[in-house]
C-alpha cells in the first residue's frame, strides 16, 4: 500500500508553563492526509496543549513542530470543547467567521457557508441565533465553520463530552460522514476509549506528569462504521485493547 503524503511532524515536543509545570515531555508524532488520530488520556497529560501547539497558540520549549510544503490558516479549522459561538452573530455568521479573517466578503462566499450548514443538517437555521439552538445543534455550527474553508486537518478539542449520550453517538457517525465527504485529516482530543475507537484510525494513549505518548494503537476496521460495528467482537477487542493501554498509562493494572 502506497504511503499516504506526510502533513505534520512533532519532533521530541516538550512544552513548560510558568518555568516549573510541564505540560508536555518529548513528545514525537507523524500527521497523514487521511488520518483519524484519537488523543487519549486522562486529565493533565497535555492532550489540549498538544493541540494548541499544533495551531500555534503556543510555542514549544523544547523540539519542533513542523507542516509539509506550503501551509496557511486555511489549512487549519479548530473545534472547541465549547460550541465558543458569537451569540450576537447568525448561525450563517458565525460559520462566515474563518472567511472573514481571511478578509472575504459574505456575499463573495454564500454558496459556500450555506453548503457548510446543509452538510451539519442545519440548511434552514442559517438565521436563527445561537440562543435558539440546542448544546447539539450548536457543536455542528462549530463544526461547520471549522469545514467550510475545507482545511487540510481538522483539530477537535473533547468537542462532544457535553453531550447526552445519543447527541454524541449521532454526532460521531455524522463527523465520519463529514470527514468522508470533504477528506480532511483529523486529530481529536477524548477522555472516552469507546468513542476513540469508534472514530479512530490511530489512537495515541498519552500518560501525565509530565504528558508524554506512552502507546500508539491502530484500528484496523475499514470506513465508513456503522452502528453494527459498535456491536462488534472487533470494536469490543479494540475496546479491551485501547482501555488496557490507558490503564497502564494511569500507572493501573488493567
Same mark, same amino acid.
Request: glycine fraction near 8%.
Given at each position: 500500500?502506497e504511503e *499516504? ?6 519532533e521530541?515536543?516538550?512544552k513548560? &508553563? ?7 515531555e518529548?513528545? =514525537? #508524532?507523524? %500527521? *497523514?492526509?487521511?488520518?483519524? /488520530? @484519537? ?8 492532550? =489540549?496543549t498538544?493541540? *494548541?501547539? /499544533?495551531?500555534?497558540?503556543i ?7 513542523t507542516?509539509?510544503?506550503s ?5 487549519l479549522?479548530v473545534?472547541?470543547q465549547?460550541?465558543t ?7 450563517a ?5 474563518p472567511?472573514?479573517?481571511r478578509?472575504k ?5 454564500a454558496?459556500e ?7 451539519v443538517?442545519?440548511?434552514s437555521?442559517?438565521s436563527?441565533y ?7 445543534m450548536?457543536?455542528?455550527v462549530?463544526i461547520?465553520?471549522a469545514m467550510v474553508t475545507?482545511?487540510?486537518l481538522?483539530?477537535?478539542d473533547?468537542?462532544?463530552?457535553? #453531550?447526552d449520550e /445519543?447527541t454524541? &453517538? ?8 463529514l470527514?468522508?465527504r470533504?477528506?480532511?485529516t %483529523?486529530? &481529536?482530543v477524548?477522555?472516552?476509549?469507546f468513542e476513540?475507537? &469508534?472514530l @479512530?484510525?490511530?489512537? %495515541?494513549?498519552m500518560?501525565?506528569r509530565?504528558?508524554r505518548v %506512552?502507546?500508539?494503537?491502530?484500528v484496523e476496521e475499514?470506513?465508513? *462504521?456503522?452502528e453494527?460495528f459498535r456491536?462488534?467482537s472487533?470494536y469490543?477487542?479494540?475496546t479491551?485493547e485501547a482501555?488496557g493501554a ?7 493494572v488493567a
Amino acid at each position: 500500500m502506497e504511503e *499516504r503524503e506526510e502533513i505534520l511532524r512533532m519532533e521530541n515536543v516538550g512544552k513548560t &508553563f510558568d518555568g516549573s509545570v510541564v505540560a508536555l515531555e518529548g513528545m =514525537s #508524532l507523524v %500527521v *497523514r492526509s487521511g488520518d483519524f /488520530i @484519537s488523543l487519549l488520556g486522562p486529565s493533565g497529560c497535555g492532550k =489540549s496543549t498538544a493541540l *494548541r501547539l /499544533i495551531s500555534d497558540l503556543i510555542h514549544p520549549t523544547s523540539g519542533r513542530i513542523t507542516w509539509s510544503g506550503s501551509h496557511d490558516v486555511g489549512d487549519l479549522g479548530v473545534v472547541f470543547q465549547e460550541a465558543t459561538l458569537m451569540p450576537w452573530a447568525t448561525v450563517a455568521e458565525n460559520v462566515f467567521l474563518p472567511f472573514r479573517l481571511r478578509g472575504k466578503r459574505f456575499g463573495d462566499v454564500a454558496d459556500e457557508v450555506q453548503d457548510a450548514l446543509d452538510m451539519v443538517g442545519l440548511g434552514s437555521f442559517a438565521s436563527a441565533y445561537p440562543r435558539e439552538l440546542s448544546g447539539g445543534m450548536k457543536m455542528r455550527v462549530s463544526i461547520a465553520r471549522a469545514m467550510v474553508t475545507r482545511p487540510r486537518l481538522i483539530l477537535m478539542d473533547e468537542p462532544f463530552a457535553a #453531550l447526552d449520550e /445519543i447527541t454524541r &453517538f449521532k454526532l460521531n457517525n455524522d463527523l465520519l460522514r463529514l470527514r468522508d465527504r470533504i477528506g480532511c485529516t %483529523v486529530i &481529536f482530543v477524548t477522555h472516552s476509549v469507546f468513542e476513540s475507537v &469508534f472514530l @479512530s484510525d490511530r489512537i %495515541v494513549v498519552m500518560a501525565a506528569r509530565p504528558g508524554r505518548v %506512552v502507546r500508539e494503537l491502530n484500528v484496523e476496521e475499514p470506513y465508513p *462504521r456503522a452502528e453494527d460495528f459498535r456491536t462488534s467482537s472487533e470494536y469490543a477487542g479494540y475496546t479491551r485493547e485501547a482501555s488496557g493501554a490507558l490503564h497502564e498509562a494511569m500507572g493501573e493494572v488493567a
